[in-house]
Each structure stands twice: as structure tokens, then as C-alpha cells.
């Protein structure tokens, strides 16, 4: 059976679930980062020696890096659905995962870790704010996208939707201001609906 080390509340581990969830893949989920340890274990070490999670393990192959996972079991479980058939299609998936890890995740980093993760006192107030615009202009860009289409690649939900499900739950929960993205929010609601979303990614923000 498919393994994932990582703990629950870690946004890369979510990604991870939530693909799980929409394929109805079953899984064995170990603990592991912060404070369940694990991840600096020689053990662990050799399978991800970054020491982060998440970690998979799937009939002896080992995998890190949640948006590799995302596309393997997407490839391997979901052709024509969260993996789109059509190439071009799949690129433009593609291509928003890896938008969210250049472009978004940087500022989300700083905004959530600050806000959550930092005591008061200690919050780089300045960093926050400019990392919070420049977030309200990627999700200015992802609502341009959103105009003509229910999801970020088209008509349907792909893995595409994946890396900027779990950032919109950070970004409409967290304590920032927002400028109104009317086709963000449109789009949110639909994956709020979602079962796998509701399960593993509409949880405390810790
Ligand atoms: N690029 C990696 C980043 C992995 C990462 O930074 N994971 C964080 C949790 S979100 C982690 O392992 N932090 C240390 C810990 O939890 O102990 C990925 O997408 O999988």
C-alpha cells in the first residue's frame, strides 16, 4: 500500500492527501516533521534527505517533493482526469503547479509563517504587508484566468488545481486584508465543495 510520511497540518503534506482523496487512493499515513520528528532520523534521511515532508513510498519507489508526488499519482491513477490526456492541456496544469512554487509560495511562506508560526513581537510587520501584495497580485492574475474558466486549466478540476486549492485556503482565512477577486472566490467556493478538500485541507491553520 501506498506510504506518506508527513504531518497533517504541513500545506505540502495537504496537497498530497487531497490528490489521494480525489482518486480514492487508500494509504498508510506515518507522522512525521515538527513536533512528531521523524525527519532527521538516518532512516528517514535516506529516503528524503532533505529531512522535509512529504515522503512517499510506493511499491519500493521512493518519491519527495509534493508536486512530483502530485503529478506521479496523478499519472499513475488519474489519466483524464486530474492528469489531462490532452498534452497541451496537461502543460497548462502544469504550469500553474509550478507558478505556485516560484511565484506564490515565497510570499505565502512569509505572510503565513509570520501570522501563525511567529509570536506577535516577533513578526516582521514590513515583510508581511509586501509580501501580502504581491500575493493579491497573483491571485489578481489567477481571477484573469478564472474569467472564462471553472478551473485554472479549463473546464474541468486537474492537478493544475492543486497547489493554489491549498494556498486559497491560507489566503482567505489568514488575518490580511483582500483585495475582492470575484472569480478567485467563485472558483474557492467550488473547491470548498470538494470531500477530499473539505477532509484534508479546511483545517485549523497551525
Ligand atoms: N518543496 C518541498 C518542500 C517541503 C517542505 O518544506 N516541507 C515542510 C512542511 S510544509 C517541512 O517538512 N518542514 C519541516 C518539518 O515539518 O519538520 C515540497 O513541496 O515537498
Redesign the pocket.
Known amino acids: 500500500m501506498l506510504k506518506i510520511w508527513?504531518?497533517k497540518n504541513?500545506?505540502?503534506?495537504q496537497k498530497v492527501l487531497w490528490c489521494c482523496g480525489e482518486i480514492g487512493l487508500k494509504y498508510e499515513r506515518v507522522d512525521?516533521?515538527?513536533q512528531f520528528g521523524v525527519?532527521n532520523t538516518p532512516e528517514y534521511r535516506k529516503l528524503n534527505p532533505?529531512?522535509?515532508?512529504?515522503t512517499i513510498e510506493d511499491d519500493g519507489f521512493v518519491l519527495?517533493?509534493?508536486?512530483a508526488?502530485v503529478r506521479y499519482l496523478a499519472r499513475r491513477h488519474s489519466r483524464g482526469k486530474l492528469w489531462p490526456e490532452n498534452d497541451k492541456a496537461c502543460a497548462d496544469a502544469d504550469r500553474w503547479m509550478d507558478w505556485y512554487?516560484t511565484t506564490v509560495w515565497p510570499n505565502m511562506r512569509t505572510v503565513f509563517w509570520n501570522l501563525v508560526r511567529v509570536p506577535p513581537e516577533k513578526r516582521d510587520v514590513a515583510a508581511v504587508e509586501e509580501a501580502r501584495k504581491k500575493l493579491a497580485e497573483s491571485f489578481a492574475i489567477a481571477d484573469a484566468q478564472l474569467a472564462g474558466n471553472a478551473y485554472l486549466a479549463g473546464k474541468e478540476f486537474t492537478m493544475g488545481d492543486i497547489p493554489m486549492g491549498v494556498a486559497a485556503y491560507r489566503w482567505f482565512n489568514l488575518p490580511i486584508e483582500r483585495p475582492a477577486h470575484r472569480n478567485v472566490e467563485r472558483w474557492y467556493q467550488r473547491i470548498c465543495e470538494r470531500p477530499a478538500y473539505k477532509e484534508h485541507c479546511m483545517l485549523p491553520l497551525t
Not at 504541513?10 to 503534506?13: A, F, G, L, P, T
Not at 519527495?64 to 508536486?67: N, V
Open positions: 508527513g504531518r504541513s500545506i505540502n503534506v512525521a516533521g515538527m525527519v532533505n529531512g522535509l515532508v512529504p519527495w517533493e509534493s508536486h508526488i512554487n
